[in-house]
């Protein structure tokens, strides 16, 4: 394509195409990446294992695309965005399908870990995909409408699993989410627009990688945003992945099938995302950051009630504060790194996913040592991080950084 290609303008047919594309493969990406979460008493019960042990078939996940971003972006620099997505979906598709057949806990780990880094090709591409497809002026809302659809995924994918499990087993529940999966990722295929953004990049690509991660992190608002990514993502997920332990005791009795409904948290999500986005492209990345990690606050101080009603409120605001803050610097990302998009979004994304792993299994030991009240204190301890991390973020904290 032509270098004066500036992008598709938002309202034209191949914006749309794009948007909804990506929008599926978010299904496709995080109804697989979180089906076992909505079940992991079940599975812990199943496999007679402990919480936090059952809790890395979704910390162990999320460990493999963590590991896997950076090498698929040096893979997308080399054979283009789309051929990289559509090598990664098929992948993790069929290890999704793979893997309830698996008999045990360490094989299933197993599985679900190589299923992670197969994952790893699709949300830092998807995000460098979209900022070099659209038209600059509508980065935000369109990531922001990326982000609204991976909600969207993580929450069809957990209101699935819970259910079906409980009647018919955990490994039905997470085959079912599979298969809706694959449904998603044909669709991503077949609708996704050709590149017109996309530059083949030469040279030597690990070195070339390096350089450019080495010239990012020597600016402090990307450094910022990275750790939005880590800070805020491993909150989140910690709550996620305990909460049901928790209300499967005193004094709420909340069976598997009823807590899964609290995923529907999630639609609150979808909404802030969009909120967020178009709040950021008015107002700067700063502020909707800094309101995130309040409203995120809030919501995890009213998980501490006796009152289910009060936690599931509490829920709902954690969420719609966790996906502004997300919305607000995936968006940042791309306008921020003049050079180096992939390798900027790839390495927000490990982040990302590493903080999920890392403290999506230390609020297992919290869980065990301290009950509910630990799992909150660490998460209150990583927002209110994620909150100074914010204060760093230029008022305008999109704005191309100058090297």
């Known amino acids: 394509m032509s270098s004066e290609f500036s992008g598709h303008p938002r309202g034209s047919r191949e914006y749309r195409r794009l948007l909804v594309a990506l929008a599926f493969a978010g299904v496709a990406t995080f109804t697989q990446l979180y089906s076992s979460q909505g079940i992991l008493p079940l599975i812990s019960r199943d496999l007679g294992v402990d919480a936090a042990t059952a809790a890395l078939t979704v910390s162990g996940t999320t460990a493999g695309l963590a590991a896997a971003v950076l090498p698929w972006s040096l893979l997308a620099d080399r054979i283009g965005r789309l051929p990289a997505m559509r090598i990664a979906i098929v992948s993790a ?7 309830p057949l698996m008999p045990d806990a360490a094989s299933l780990i197993g599985v679900r870990v190589v299923e992670g880094l197969a994952l790893g090709g699709l949300p830092a591409i998807a995000l460098t995909y979209l900022a070099e497809e659209v038209d600059r002026r509508h980065a935000a809302t369109a990531a922001a409408t990326y982000v609204a659809g991976t909600s969207l995924g993580g929450l069809l994918g957990r209101l699935v699993a819970a259910p079906i499990a409980e009647q018919a087993g955990w490994r039905i529940g997470m085959g079912s989410v599979a298969v809706i999966a694959a449904v ?18 030469a040279g030597h690509p690990l070195r070339r990688l390096v350089k450019v991660i080495g010239m990012l992190a020597r600016d402090r608002v990307m450094l910022a945003l990275w750790a939005q990514g880590f800070l805020l993502m491993g909150g989140f997920v910690t709550v996620y992945n305990y909460l049901a332990f928790h209300l499967e005791g005193a004094p709420y009795f909340l069976p598997p099938a009823l807590a899964s409904l609290l995923f529907t948290a999630y639609l609150a999500g979808t909404a802030s995302s969009r909120i967020a986005g178009g709040i950021a492209e008015r107002t700067g990345t700063r502020p909707v950051l800094l309101g995130a990690a309040v409203v995120m606050l809030a919501g995890l101080l009213l998980t501490l009630a006796a009152s289910l009603l009060i936690v599931i409120v509490g ?26 998009r992939a390798q900027a979004a790839s390495v927000y994304t490990l982040g990302y996913y590493a903080g999920s792993s890392l403290f999506g299994w230390l609020g297992g030991l919290a869980l065990l040592a301290g009950d509910w009240p630990a799992v909150v204190s660490l998460v209150a301890v990583l927002v209110v991080l994620a909150g100074v991390a914010a204060l760093a973020v230029s008022p305008r904290g999109g704005a191309p950084a100058r090297h």
């Open 93 to 99: 598709t069929v290890l999704g399908l793979l893997a």
């Open 184 to 201: 998603a990722a044909v669709v991503f295929i077949a609708l996704a627009p050709r590149s017109y953004g996309f530059a083949f990049v």
């Open 315 to 340: 829920l709902v605001v954690m969420t719609a504060g966790f996906f502004a803050g997300h919305a607000a610097a995936s968006a940042a990302l791309g306008q921020r790194a003049a050079q180096g």
